[in-house]
């Protein structure tokens, strides 16, 4: 039962993250910026294995690094329509 509570969080989570993802580049559309920030993505890399901890950075920086990728291509895809 906990674990679908959680699932249900996190899912929620991810589309809010997606359509957060979706306004970011239609801002850097029309702003004409790139959708690449390897500094912005060397950041975050950071703060999630701060925030993840000693014991679960390796898995939870794998997770990130999925979410990632998925954002860029989530943006891509917006900034060529």
Same mark, same amino acid.
């Given at each position: 039962m906990e674990i679908e509570k959680l699932?249900?969080?996190?899912? #929620? =989570? %991810?589309? +809010?993250?997606?359509?957060v993802t979706n306004e970011m580049a239609e801002a850097k559309k029309k702003q004409n910026l790139p959708v690449y920030d390897q500094l912005r993505e #060397? =950041? %975050?890399? +950071?703060r999630v294995r701060q925030?993840?901890?000693?014991?679960y950075e390796e898995i939870v920086?794998?997770?990130?690094?999925?979410?990632?990728?998925e954002s860029k291509k989530q943006q891509?895809?917006?900034?060529f329509e």
């Open positions: 699932d249900s969080k996190i899912v #929620d =989570l %991810l589309v +809010r993250r997606i359509y #060397d =950041l %975050l890399r +950071r925030l993840a901890g000693a014991e920086s794998a997770v990130y690094e999925t979410i990632i990728q891509m895809q917006r900034f």
